[in-house]
């Protein structure tokens, strides 16, 4: 349960306990007082009405009953007859004589005190007597007082409402404090293994129910940071492992050359000549590959993020095309171009990343083609969205090989003896993911690949208005 969940009973509790007593021990005290069997005994009479007594009557009796203090028992006599009782020897409509009456009170007069009233009644019977003359009497034990009987019966359900009340605070506040505390115990605990390395350790987070609360929410955030630091670890471990792989290689060439050049073994002017333009070659190897790591870098980061601008896709579709011509020549390879975009379609985008995207994408497709093959380059507009297409008639992916094009430094089957870290796809992924849109890749061995970019229009209009925010 949420920790503000549990404040919130027990504020509640605080509140409406008290409340709920006062409104119980009213009640409590009327169900249980002698005036409300009397009243009750009273009315059954009434009803009856044995001695055809008129409303006058009924109305002093029933001032004498409203009038008679708690815990005292009474009896209202009149005509031979108890016409309302609450003693238990004597019933409601009891006949008894005057002398049974006083006979009765003296057998009990060392347990009871007794008073006695007069009550004068309007009846007269048939004779023409004044008969008119009752009796109230009344008893409580000996030995005690009004005051006595009170304080018992009016502060018993008073102490037992407060005990409840008390009982409750503290039981709440208890399991309140156990949650919090268990709570922080664990997450102080796996916060302990993250900040001792233990990463491979996976943070064991209650399950929901009478332990999750706030706290057991940041747990839920903690194993998702710690399954991120496992991650960055490891592509860490692998960015430096394929660094010192991929270098190596040039380092080695470079320094072996260098070195034949140094000791005389290559001493002609050609072989010399021959030698420096391999070491040329693989300088400049060396310093795409350390630009291709420091572009990786750079867009590992979010910062770029904020050059984000309204661009017209159809005039940077259309740019990139033109730049195509050239190529198709010097690589002897049929490149083709179509861009069928709306011109005032504009999309929130680095135009620089954008081209980026597309130079990984089209230098993949004329890695792997041969002369005479040929690449198509398209930009299509649907209703829902946008598909930037490169497709190639290469030799194409190997099956085993698509679940694993976009890791850092993978090298595909047919790509073991290209030159490069194998990061362009992991770049391009970056990008697509990092800007919310999709990529997909369709590929058979012998027949090519097709990679295309999918951007959905129903988003577009929100990112444009943030970027104008922004």
């Known amino acids: 349960m949420k920790i503000n969940s549990q404040f919130t009973i027990l504020i509640a509790g605080i509140l409406c306990l008290p409340l709920l007593c006062m409104l119980v021990l009213p009640v409590y005290m009327y169900m249980t007082s002698s005036q409300r069997y009397l009243m009750q005994n009273y009315n059954e009479m009434r009803n009856v009405n044995l001695q ?3 409303d006058n009557d009924w109305n002093e009796m029933k001032k004498h009953l409203e009038n008679t203090p708690p815990n005292t028992q009474i009896l209202i006599y009149y005509n031979d007859t108890a016409i309302i009782s609450n003693m238990k020897e004597i019933k409601n409509g009891a006949r008894l004589t005057s002398d049974n009456l006083f006979d009765f009170v003296r057998s009990t007069s ?37 005051t006595k009987h009170k304080l018992p019966f ?92 991929d270098l190596r290689t040039p380092i080695a060439l470079i320094k072996g050359y260098t070195e034949a050049i140094t000791d005389g073994v290559v001493s002609d002017m050609d072989s010399i000549k021959k030698a420096l333009y391999i070491i040329h070659s693989k300088t400049d190897q060396f310093e795409n590959m350390i630009n291709d790591l420091i572009n990786y870098v750079k867009l590992s980061s979010t910062d770029w993020r904020k050059t984000l601008e309204p661009t017209s896709l159809e005039a940077v579709m259309n740019d990139y095309a033109k730049s195509l011509g050239l190529t198709a020549d010097v690589y002897n390879r049929g490149i083709f171009t179509e861009v ?18 597309l130079e ?33 008639t290469g030799c194409g992916i190997a099956r085993k090989d698509l679940d694993h094009i976009y890791d850092l430094f993978y090298r595909g089957t047919s790509s073991r003896r290209e030159k490069g870290f194998g990061i362009g796809l992991s770049v391009v992924k970056t990008i697509v993911d990092t800007m919310d849109w999709k990529i997909q890749v369709d590929s058979e061995e012998g027949e090519g690949t097709v990679f295309t970019i999918i951007i959905p229009l129903s988003q577009q209009n929100e990112k444009k208005a943030l970027v104008q925010t922004v």
């Open 52 to 54: 055809n007594l008129s």
């Open 110 to 146: 060392g347990i009871f005190d007794y008073q006695f009233r007069a009550i004068c009644f309007e009846s007269n019977d048939s004779t023409g007597r004044d008969n008119n003359k009752g009796l109230v009497v009344s008893r409580y034990p000996i030995g005690g007082n009004k």
């Open 154 to 245: 009016f502060f018993l359900p008073m102490f037992l409402c407060l005990i409840a009340f008390e009982s409750f605070t503290v039981i709440i506040v208890i399991k309140i404090s156990k949650s919090i505390s268990v709570s922080i115990q664990d997450l102080e605990k796996s916060m302990q293994k993250i900040a001792d390395g233990e990463l491979d350790t996976k943070i064991d987070i209650p399950k929901k129910g009478r332990r999750s609360n706030e706290i057991t929410s940041l747990m839920e955030n903690l194993e998702r940071m710690r399954v991120s630091l496992k991650d960055n670890q490891e592509r860490r471990t692998k960015f430096i492992m394929g660094i010192s792989h």
């Open 340 to 357: 069928k975009i709306d011109p005032e379609l504009k999309i929130p985008l680095d135009r620089n990343l954008f081209n980026r995207m």
């Open 360 to 392: 990984n994408l089209f230098s993949n497709a004329l890695r792997y083609t041969k002369e005479g093959d040929s690449i198509t380059v398209s930009g299509v507009q649907t209703k829902d969205d946008v598909r930037i297409t490169v497709a190639d």
